[in-house]
């Protein structure tokens, strides 16, 4: 991932989907950053051995070593439905007993794990057995449930024979009435960014999430695809959140204790704020 960096840059490591676009327009192009692109998972691995100093990673990773901080004001995040994330179902949800994780993010998945168990509590059901197939995807894995995220979630579900789903995220909003912060900027802990760095991110950001980004991007979402252009604006414009208010830590720490009851996250952690 930094393979032909100029020395001395800032290495940072975004998601290669759609959905990460209007936060890193023109990042790239000036001095001083070298930016590069891989699936949440392996971002995290790029922060945790210090090839990346910066990453648009899954923010539970935020809740699972200490020392991190995170940028203020920008963030993949959602109020209700994402197509992007989706737990498709082979059974009718309440029947879910098993549910197959897509490795590629580790926010999704707790996020999944942490509805379904909430759903099965109300039934006075176990929580479904969630796994990371071995030996194939998590859609051929033969569970009841199965976990897609990314790119290949939002064309799954857009397509005309979308199989049944569980929107985690519609679920998590209606329950709790916060936003969801599916990914942020995480800082490594050895890493101070200095002000005009903190500028650039931010004005990615106010650039990207402009209304004629959005449409050129959801235009070639959808030529790529071959998808309705208006189903993928929704998706950009209404569906995703880039600036989930002043202050997301809220939404962040209810999703922390969430994880932690599951032992998937350290609850005592409290992540560093950067940023105005």
């Known amino acids: 991932m930094q393979s032909g960096r100029p020395a001395k840059s800032l290495r940072v490591g975004a998601v290669p989907y759609l959905v990460g676009r209007p936060l890193i327009a023109g990042l790239g192009d000036g001095d001083g950053f070298h930016l590069s692109f891989a ?82 509590r109300a039934l006075g059901q176990p929580a ?44 998590w909003s209606e329950a709790f009435g916060l936003p969801f912060v599916f990914a942020a900027w995480v800082v490594r802990d050895t890493v101070n960014l200095t002000p005009k760095q903190l500028a650039a991110f931010s004005g990615a950001r106010e650039r990207g999430s402009a209304a004629p980004a959005l449409e050129q991007l ?22 995703c959140r880039y600036d989930p208010g002043l202050d997301f830590a809220p939404a962040l720490r209810r999703f922390r204790d969430e994880a932690a009851a599951l032992g998937l996250a350290d609850g005592a952690l409290e992540p560093r704020v950067l940023g105005p």
């Open 128 to 171: 479904p057995r969630a796994f990371e197939p071995s030996n194939s995807s998590a859609e051929d894995a033969g569970a009841d449930a199965w976990l897609s995220i990314g790119d290949p979630a939002l064309v799954r579900t857009l397509s005309p024979n979308a199989p049944p789903s569980f929107n985690p995220s519609l679920a």
């Open 218 to 239: 959801a235009a070639a979402g959808a030529a790529q695809w071959k998808l309705p252009v208006s189903a993928c604006l929704r998706y950009l414009k209404e569906e």
């Open 39 to 120: 699936v949440p998972a392996r971002l995290v691995e790029g922060l945790r051995d210090g090839s990346l100093d910066v990453a648009l990673v899954s923010s539970i990773e935020l809740f699972r070593r200490p020392g991190y901080g995170y940028l203020a004001g920008s963030a993949i995040a959602g109020r209700g439905f994402v197509a992007s994330v989706q737990v498709f179902l082979n059974k009718p949800v309440d029947e879910v007993r098993s549910l197959a994780l897509d490795p590629a993010s580790r926010t999704a998945q707790a996020l999944a794990q942490i509805m379904l168990a909430r759903r099965a």
